[in-house]
């Protein structure tokens, strides 16, 4: 159509960029940008290749990572700004780990560069309150200087390849009482985690009524709204064979998942809910969007382990409390900052940060198969290139510092997976990087 319009007068003027093209499976084609110059052989291409964001060593990064696409227009990305900061690597034993290092190193940030870690090991209160993790670890807050810190949270992004991911940061933040604000919805806000947990509450109780009118119809059973209320009525003498088959068996599954509750860890419970349900078989026919909400209950599946040491339905009910009241304290944090939301730290997918930009950059999750996506191994050239596109997005949205980090451990539907760093790390010259934490994680990955 465009060269139609365009036939006699030769007018077009069309503003893209190759190295961003992210959004395939939304309908954008990276041969659009490709070929235009063939399909406009008069066209005249003006490189910006001028940056006014990001410090040379960020800049010099994103250059050497996107350089090895083949599926892209020449080009190079210069900027006047200083060299800045080397990007910082955090090799994390797991994802609570990275979560705690993300916290702490905004913490430190905040403090104005102060060494976060060595004060809190030197003096009980340094920064107010404290809280103890599992281990007995000391655990503090930014309470004490938020105040002081408002305007510095918001410049603040922690970015992330998948949605469940959000999860572990999201405890993180409540934990070290930092305010934060999630791009999207917030994990326990998501409907297929409040539908996973709504089977578990109405499977303990099946009189809950909002629980049932929650999920008598996912997956769905084409149970509509009168038969519903015959149903709360207790009035379903008059209801077709059919009908009464569905309620049946819906309600069968309510006492399958209740038996399953009384003698089985709760993290087992979640995997056979979504089985027995249908949830599983519902979502995984729903294309990207489903397997992506299947990954997120699985993270719930994984939350779940921390309560499978209690005995029969108490691992469940001290999950949907811990639940309840995580919802309650995001609920009352977003009301403490309704006037001030944007001085929170901003979590977010690296597809949503597209177009933004922050002063502090944390790119987590650095595993392969997780970043780049497994899903990117299984097609061509073409396609799995938007991955290492989406890598550049990322971190080309730093202005300052950058942070990478990755986990050799992360737990996904319950299951512990060893992770090998991310080729996107090694791609980064070493002298680009520094080390944080106490391992020796730049020499170990490019030996």
């Known amino acids: 159509m465009s060269k139609m319009l365009v036939e006699n007068n030769k007018n077009i003027c069309v503003v893209g960029d190759a190295d961003q093209n992210i959004y395939s499976w939304r309908g954008a084609n990276l041969k659009n940008i490709l070929s235009f110059k063939k399909d406009y052989p008069e066209a005249k291409v003006i490189l910006l290749e001028e940056n006014y964001r990001s410090t040379k060593n960020i800049l010099e990064a994103a250059n050497v990572v996107i350089k090895k696409n083949k599926y892209r227009p020449d080009k190079n990305l210069f900027t006047k700004n200083v060299t800045g900061e080397k990007i910082g690597l955090y090799e994390a034993l797991d994802e609570n780990d990275e979560a705690d290092f993300v916290a702490t190193k905004i913490l430190e940030i905040c403090d104005t560069g102060k060494n976060v870690f060595e004060r809190t090991l030197g003096s009980r209160n340094v920064l107010g309150a404290h809280f103890l993790n599992g281990d007995g670890q000391r655990k503090f807050s930014a309470e004490n200087f938020r105040g002081e810190s408002e305007s510095i949270f918001s410049g603040i992004a922690i970015l ?3 949605n469940f ?3 572990a940061l999201e405890e993180a933040m409540l934990r070290y009482n930092i305010p934060y604000q999630v791009l999207g919805v ?9 539908d996973t947990l709504a089977y578990l509450r109405a499977a303990l109780n099946p009189q809950s009524l909002s629980d049932i009118k929650r999920i008598i119809n996912f997956p769905a059973r084409d149970i509509g709204k009168v038969t519903l209320l015959k149903i709360f009525a207790n009035d379903m003498e008059n209801l077709p064979i059919k009908m009464k088959i569905k309620i049946n068996n819906f309600y069968k599954t309510l006492e399958a ?6 003698n089985s ?3 087992e419970v979640i995997k056979f809910v979504v089985k027995k349900s249908g949830i599983e078989a519902e979502l995984g026919s729903d294309g990207e969007e489903g397997i992506e909400r299947l990954e997120n209950i699985k993270e719930l599946a994984t939350l779940a382990l921390k309560y ?3 005995e029969g339905s108490q691992g469940t009910e001290k999950l949907l409390e811990d639940a309840s009241l995580a919802s309650d304290q995001d609920s009352l944090m977003i009301t403490n900052e309704r006037k001030k939301e944007m001085n929170a730290v901003k979590l977010m997918t690296m597809h949503a940060s597209k177009g933004l930009e922050f002063k502090y950059v944390f790119i987590t999750g650095l595993e392969d198969r997780l970043f780049p996506h497994e899903k990117s191994s299984e097609t061509i050239d073409m396609d799995s290139e938007e991955e290492r596109r989406l890598f550049y ?4 949205r730093a202005k300052e510092k950058l942070f990478l980090s990755f986990a050799n451990f992360r737990t996904i539907f319950g299951s512990r997976q060893i992770n090998a760093p991310s080729e996107f790390i090694s791609d980064i010259p070493a002298d680009l990087l520094e080390k944080e934490g106490k391992t020796d994680i730049i020499k170990t990955i490019y030996i």
């Open 257 to 262: 998942i209740k038996e399953k509750i009384s």
């Open 165 to 167: 991911q959000s999860r």
């Open 160 to 162: 992330y390849r998948a």
């Open 308 to 310: 499978d040491s209690l």
């Open 186 to 194: 917030k994990f326990f806000e998501r409907k297929e985690i409040k």
């Open 393 to 396: 997005v990322a971190v080309t």
């Open 265 to 267: 860890k709760i993290s």
